[in-house]
């Protein structure tokens, strides 16, 4: 489980994110949903203290962080039971897809060199790479390239993936083999919160959807209640500019 409570942060005077509560249960998939601006990136970031957080306190599964006084051992251990998939990849160019795969776990996870590479060829392998292993991010698409970094993500065999609008940086016609591969990971029970704008795939995998606006939770519910019958005015009015064929209806 993933319990985040009074969460906040601030760049210099400008408060992005107001003191946010959300519970994630284990195997839930959670989509986060918003305007640009809204706070959706920083929360993912502070989840996993790539960005540290004002205030609040952080629990992911029996690892409990008080906000105000994280020491690097609290750090450490949030980190290792979370995973980052990024709108850039941030894949090492010098590496191939296998060895950007092995490097958490023989650096990070102090793995033997055989075990992480017969993992990282099996979860390459699973998100339609097995061909690709000694391909170089430069010999790869835009698609490959984000697969390569879910498969490094689930190497890592976290409680909880944290995709950053993962599709963002993607040609349109790459989007859809990125999302199947994470509808696929959805479908095995790994828990992942994702920040998307893409509509459909948030109501087609998500068990949970969150509204963000103004560095604050505006509302939460099942994709149902959020797309069919969302109850603020501020979810509707985003829903009807950013999915023009939504209407509401009572």
Known sequence: MIKLTGITKSF?????????????????????????????????????????????????????????????????????????VFQQYNLFKHKTALENVMEGLVIVQKRPKDESRERSVRVLEKVGLGSKLDAYPSELSGGQQQRVGIARALALEPEVILFDEPTSALDPELVGEVLE??????????????????????????????????????????PQEIFGSPKEERTKQFLKRITPEWSYTI
């Open 12 to 84: 210099g005077r400008n408060q992005v994110l107001k003191g946010i509560d959300l519970q994630v249960n284990k195997g839930e998939v959670v989509v986060i949903l918003g305007p640009s601006g809204s706070g959706k990136t920083t929360l993912l970031r502070c989840i996993n203290y790539l960005e540290k957080p004002g205030e609040g306190q952080i629990v992911i599964g029996d690892s409990i962080v008080d906000c105000n006084r994280a020491s690097k051992q609290d750090i450490l251990q949030l980190r290792r039971k979370s995973a980052m």
């Open 181 to 222: 591969v994470i509808r696929k990971i959805a479908r095995e029970g790994i828990t992942m919160i994702v920040v998307t704008h893409e509509m459909s795939f948030a109501r087609d995998v998500s068990n949970h959807v969150v509204f963000m606006d103004g560095g604050v939770i505006v509302e939460e519910g099942t």
